[in-house]
């Protein structure tokens, strides 16, 4: 696959595509945020987690417009999305304007982004991070971004973690990097860590998580219909003969006992798009809701 992304360390003052400027983190010497709950108390955080199959040379712009769809109707305050590539990163920055959307240097073919929607419950405090993982051969890293949401301080953290069963141990490797990264964190503030992680449950099993970290869809009640994001028999995206439902891709909070709560899980993107009859993606996409609650 390529190279890891090392370059990138250290050089995020401004990021660039082809010689422009991606974007720019706002910085922390902006004004506080003010909060903005309703009147009963509360506000609702909403994040969507997608895989949006870049790799897939067929329709992928049409597809990529139906992701952006989706996002522009619902409107989530934060996206984390994998498998962009250039064709579909063009689609989303032109199309989702009320969106600052994060990446690293893209030297690599395809790659994660996270974000953050342009309104007043949500800013970034600082700049964007990477943190890239040694040992893939994916060039695989984690992007991070500190923000404050409704006045609680929050670190938004993604990645698409080593594919494949035949790596399973970096992809351990990598996942229990991730979450030394949330056990220092967690201290200050609320870390939602996301993406396609590419995990088995018995990896997860072997891995140790942050003191108390919770996976939002058990949170939310384990709801079977909702468990499997990859389903090549619900799925025909990928056109294979066999019949395999994983849970690929996961949202987890930390620490549980917070002022941020999970409220919602879901699967979105289960639709055919009229024109080419496929689905968005191979994957479907992660619809989590987190209730803030002050006392």
Same mark, same amino acid.
């Given at each position: ?147 404050? =949401? !409704?006045?609680?301080? +929050?670190?938004?953290?993604? @990645?698409? $973690? ?6 399973? *141990? ?77 849970? =690929? !891709?996961?949202?987890? +909070?930390?620490?549980?006992? @917070?002022? $941020? ?6 699967? *979105? ?27």
């Amino acid at each position: 696959h390529g190279r890891v992304c090392s370059s990138v360390i250290g050089m995020f003052s401004a990021f660039r595509d082809l010689g422009r400027v991606v974007t720019r983190s706002i910085m922390a010497s902006e004004p506080p945020a003010k909060r903005f709950c309703t009147d009963t108390g509360d506000s609702t955080l909403k994040l969507l987690s997608w895989n949006i199959d870049g790799l897939d040379k067929g329709e992928t712009v049409e597809r990529a417009r139906a992701v952006c769809g989706l996002v522009a109707e619902r409107k989530p305050h934060v996206v984390y999305l994998q498998e962009v590539v250039g064709a579909t990163w063009d689609v989303i920055v032109g199309q989702l304007s009320e969106y600052q959307c994060y990446r690293a240097d893209g030297s690599f073919p395809y790659y994660p982004i996270l974000c953050l929607l342009k309104c007043q419950e949500i800013r970034a405090t600082g700049s964007l991070d990477c943190v890239p993982f040694p040992q893939s051969t994916m060039g695989r890293h984690l992007l991070q971004l500190p923000v404050t =949401f !409704d006045g609680l301080d +929050l670190q938004l953290m993604t @990645s698409h $973690l080593e594919s494949t069963k035949d790596h399973g *141990v970096e992809r351990k490797n990598q996942f229990s990097q991730v979450f030394k990264i949330v056990e220092k964190l967690q201290l200050s503030r609320v870390c939602i860590f996301g993406g396609d992680l590419n995990i088995r449950d018995k990896e997860v099993a072997a891995v140790s998580l942050a003191p108390d970290t919770v996976d939002v869809w058990e949170a939310c009640g384990s709801i079977e219909e909702h468990r499997y994001t990859w389903d090549t028999g619900a799925n025909t995206n990928l056109g294979v003969p066999y019949k395999s439902k994983l849970r =690929f !891709d996961r949202i987890y +909070l930390s620490p549980e006992h @917070s002022p $941020l709560k999970p409220s919602s899980f879901s699967l *979105v993107g289960k639709e055919c798009l009229p024109g080419c009859r496929r689905f968005p993606s191979d994957h479907w996409g992660v619809w989590t809701e987190f209730k803030l609650t002050w006392d």
